[in-house]
């Protein structure tokens, strides 16, 4: 079983919808992170939390919010969605005592 | 600020090539520089990570080296097959937290 997943994988929804994007892993991190991806762009940092009490923002985080729901869960929420949040969105994971983060398999996202 | 960019956007070459990906940074005051493959629907998986005080890191048919002076690192991929088909990125993650990363190399290797 992958140790970061993501819910939906992929979603296609219409503007002024809300929507939540599920991140859970199994890596006991404390640290998770949510990015999210567009062509021409890379990836760039929403939100990120460093544990269950601590959510901080990102680069970009108009738009979204987040809920650390416990250690393991870390979720994305847009209130309202709009076409140009069109893109693919990770979920991340880090430990303190590594260089890396772990990255969850992408959800891609519609907004229409 | 730190500002990361890989060029070429796209690549392809034949089973065999050796190939070099290029990444170049602005700040050379980076501490980490990793570079990430990308496979659709698989996420990101880290492949070499290069501290400041390394020049170079090598796994299996993967080189990675990092010049800090001229803002340049490069990933050298040895005989290459189909199945390093995928985007590969480059970024500093010299922040505990904020990784900023390029805009990715999308490779094919043709059998």
Known sequence: DADVTQTPRNRITKTGKRIMLECSQTKGHDRMYWYRQDPGLGLRLIYYSFDVKDINKGEISDGYSVSRQAQAKFSLSLESAIPNQTALYFCATSDLQEDTQYFGPGTRLTVL | ?111
């Open chain 2, 1 to 111: 600020k730190q500002e990361v960019t890989q060029i070429p956007a796209a690549l392809s070459v034949p089973e065999g090539e050796n190939l070099v990906l290029n990444c170049s940074f602005t700040d050379s005051a980076i501490y980490n520089l990793q570079w990430f493959r990308q496979d659709p629907g698989k996420g990101l998986t880290s492949l070499l990570l290069i501290q400041s005080s390394q020049r170079e890191q090598t796994s299996g048919r993967l080189n990675a080296s990092l010049d800090k002076s001229s803002g340049r690192s490069t990933l050298y991929i040895a005989a290459s097959q189909p199945g390093d088909s995928a985007t590969y990125l480059c970024a500093d993650t010299s922040g505990t937290y904020k990784y900023i990363f390029g805009t990715g190399t999308r490779l094919k290797v043709l059998a």
